[in-house]
């Protein structure tokens, strides 16, 4: 009688686990495949790869709407970057790009599960929750992030019972200052941006994905709005690239000043006539 119940009970969990797989294959059919490694496709237009407009070059070029006060803050830093300082470019000190210059970068990987959407891109997790919560369910004092939290929605435009768009609103507050592109082309200071993002495969190309994005920020006159794409790496088993800024990195800043370390491991000036840091705590040697 024991053995009867206990081969009852294995029948039943195998029949669970079995139900449970063709629940999870039910789930996976509904959602699309954005499966493998994606690129943006980034033309560098005579300057580097990654801004935040691809069909524009870099810079000034990228004709972003900011208002005066930060067309200022982008002269200065262009301005400072002259000199051989930094300018508002803070990932040359190997800080997380932020959104949305981190939508930007190589080697994008998409997870998807019914509550959340990962969006893995080197060391930097963009966390999506598509499970039905809103903005009245967020904490009232989140923690700043440089990636924001986001909402995202699925959604079966053409009805065949398949998601093909998610819909994704990313908040603040952020962590900053960020920038756009390496010219120090600047988000407000007060971190208080928005993104709205529909993410969706090209109708003609199941290898292309786009990511059409608005940008609403203080430091703009208007909303941003850009089509960003990433093909898909036809290799089944891509290279994940494992390298972090920080690795060879000759920044350094202290305080607010930027110094360059030389080959043989000593501190340089970055700037003409850069004066050296503060060694009130090191013990001098007398001449």
Not at 115 to 124: A, K, N, Q, V
Not at 128 to 149: A, L, N, V
Not at 209 to 225: C, M, N, Q
Not at 267 to 277: T, V
Request: proline content about 9%.
């Amino acid at each position: 009688m024991s053995y009867r119940s206990s081969a009852g009970t294995l029948a039943f969990a195998a029949a669970l686990i079995v139900a449970l797989g063709g629940a999870q294959a039910a789930d996976d059919a509904k959602y699309p495949n954005w499966k493998g490694q994606w690129d943006p496709i980034n033309p560098r237009l005579g300057g580097q790869a990654i801004k935040f407009d691809p069909t524009k070059a870099w810079g000034p070029a990228q004709q972003a709407p900011l208002t005066p006060e930060y067309q200022k803050v982008h002269e200065e830093s262009m301005a400072d970057q002259a000199k051989g300082g930094l300018g508002n470019y803070p990932t040359a000190r190997c800080l997380p790009s932020g959104m949305p210059r981190l939508m930007a970068l190589p080697g994008e990987e998409y997870v998807i599960t019914p509550e959340t959407t990962y969006i893995l891109i080197g060391h930097d997790i963009r966390r999506i929750f598509t499970d039905g919560r809103d903005w009245r369910d967020w904490p009232k004092d989140p923690q700043p992030t440089y990636e924001g939290y986001a909402i995202g929605k699925w959604i079966d435009e053409d009805g065949d019972g398949r998601y093909d768009v998610l819909e994704v609103e990313t908040r603040g507050p952020f962590k900053g200052p960020r920038a756009y592109d390496a010219t120090g082309l600047p988000l407000a200071f007060d971190n208080e941006s928005t993104f709205r993002e529909r993410f969706h495969l090209d109708k003609n190309d199941p290898n292309l994905l786009h990511d059409e994005i608005t940008v609403f920020d203080h430091a703009l006159t208007r909303p941003w709005s850009v089509d960003k794409t990433f093909r898909r790496n036809p290799n089944p088993r891509p290279n994940w690239s494992l390298t972090s800024c920080t690795e060879g990195n000759n920044q350094i800043v202290i305080g607010t000043e930027n110094y360059f370390l030389s080959g043989d491991g000593l501190l340089m000036p970055a700037k003409k006539d850069q004066a050296p840091p503060d060694l009130r705590y090191f013990k001098q040697t007398r001449k």
